[in-house]
């Protein structure tokens, strides 16, 4: 629009070609700059709500020293012991009777936060995916107490499969 303006005139307005000529630029820079604002604006409330799910992990005392989380295809998961064992929650599966529009991540950091393990054990029935921003905010929340298995029984049964 530079170029276009001074290949007709030889004098120009700064102020004037800005609101006129660039109104569209001027526009778009200012939806850019709202979008990352908001965007830093929800990182840092993430980070702050991490801090404070991680405060009451830090102060609960532990319930069980080990517990296996197999997370499924979708929105799956099953809660078990050392030993392979469900762990039941009362709460967690009067809520899931309860609400057909359940947002499982948050079901199952609760369910964490409400066990407070010592140590968490992520067993991965697909790598990739949705698992992957569960997997990050349990990491997070439970900092220094999580590994990833690699491979095992666990891992290769399916989430969805009866009780044992």
């Known amino acids: 629009k530079l170029k276009e303006y001074f290949e007709i005139h030889h004098e120009m307005v700064l102020n004037g070609f800005i ?18 604002v908001e965007e830093y604006m929800m ?14 992990v830090d102060i609960q005392e532990s319930q069980v020293e080990e517990v296996h989380i197999v997370l499924g295809d979708g929105d799956t998961f099953k ?9 039941h929650n009362q709460y967690l599966e009067t809520v899931m009777l309860r609400n057909d ?5 948050d079901l199952l950091i609760s369910a964490l936060i ?15 995916g949705k698992a992957n921003t569960v ?21 290769n049964r399916e989430v969805n499969a009866p009780e044992t």
Not at 26 to 35: H, P, S
């Open 114 to 128: 409400t066990i407070a393990p010592q140590t968490v054990i992520l067993h991965l029935a697909s790598p990739a």
């Open 79 to 87: 809660i078990r012991d050392s030993l392979g064992r469900n762990i």
């Open 43 to 56: 990182d840092m409330e993430y980070k702050e709500f991490i801090r404070v799910l991680r405060y009451f």
């Open 135 to 155: 997997v990050e905010t349990i990491k997070s929340v439970f900092a220094g107490r999580v590994d990833v298995c690699r491979g095992c029984k666990l891992c």
């Open 19 to 36: 609101a006129f000529r660039l109104k569209d630029y001027c526009d778009r820079l200012a939806e850019v700059v709202d979008k990352a």
């Open 101 to 105: 529009e359940i947002n499982y991540e």
